[in-house]
């Protein structure tokens, strides 16, 4: 007789820690007493602008305010969540989060949350969904069982939710202005001349196996004659190759080695022509 297939089971735990209960009951306090505080604190438009546009000139927080990463064969870029954060914090009054709702070790993935709530005007942005314990590599899909590990690959693809949401409550002039700003300080470049920037961005990519040609292959123009835009775009690959978001090869590939190179241009003899 055929035995019944065991199912795992997909039911929380019944039993609930007495941590676990402290931290609800204080996370419904602190969500009460944001909502007091926002209404009786209001924020002050004027005043989150002039610290947005502050912020924004900041050579720091416009490095990483970009991200750059490649999917089908096509460069996807856009408003990082770095900057999602910082222009939470000067906006006011908004709360944010990802939280880990249920993690099934026997299906190998983890119900995961990320919100932002502006508790002033009460708009609120959340997306609940999955994400497998498993992450791609050069060698094929990698199943994940450490916990560190399911953490940290838990943490990166929340992060982009989390980005989405904060940026769905925040007034849509509010981040185009920011976004401008920043790019505005990558061009900049901090008061640096040009030339200066240019010698830095090619020293600090040979820093990672980078040559001067590959960069100049890739910008399709000589070092000479790059722009501030050029400098700025590089920034931001090569903060997304440090984030491991893009590859430095996917981003400046090696130069083929053509025929006539491995041959120092001399006509290759056939492989069936006699020998004299």
Not at 58 to 63: D, M, N, R, S, Y
Request: proline share 5%; with cysteine; charged share 25%.
């Amino acid at each position: 007789m055929n035995q019944p297939v065991p199912i795992p089971s997909t039911q929380a735990p019944a039993r609930i820690g007495q941590g676990t209960a402290v931290e609800q009951s204080r996370a419904a306090a602190e969500v009460q007493a944001a909502v007091v505080v926002a209404q009786q604190c209001p924020r002050n438009i004027q005043a989150a602008v002039a610290e947005m546009r502050e912020s924004c000139k900041q050579q720091g927080l416009a490095e990483r305010a970009f991200f750059r990463y490649n999917r089908g064969g096509s460069t996807v870029t856009g408003a990082s969540v770095h900057l999602a954060r910082e222009l939470a914090r000067v906006w006011g009054n908004v709360q944010y989060g990802l939280v880990e709702m249920r993690r099934d070790d026997d299906y190998g993935q983890s119900e995961m949350q990320a919100f932002a709530w502006d508790v002033q005007t009460n708009s609120r942005n959340s997306s609940t969904f999955i994400v497998p314990h498993r992450r791609d590599t050069k060698s094929g899909v990698k199943q994940l069982t450490d916990m560190r590990d399911i953490y940290e690959n838990n943490a990166n693809n929340g992060a982009r939710r989390v980005r989405e949401a904060i940026f769905a409550i925040l007034p849509p002039w509010f981040v185009e202005e920011a976004k401008e700003l920043c790019n505005q300080t990558l061009r900049d470049g901090g008061g640096k001349p040009l030339a200066q920037r240019i010698a830095d961005a090619i020293k600090t990519f040979e820093g990672i196996g980078i040559t001067g040609d590959r960069i100049e292959a890739r910008l399709d123009r000589p070092s000479a004659k790059w722009t501030e835009h050029d400098v700025a775009q590089l920034i931001v690959i090569y903060k997304s190759i440090q984030r491991g978001e893009v590859t430095a090869e996917e981003e400046f590939p090696a130069p083929r080695v053509t025929a006539d190179e491995l041959t120092g241009g001399k006509p290759s003899k056939p492989a069936d022509a006699p020998t004299q």
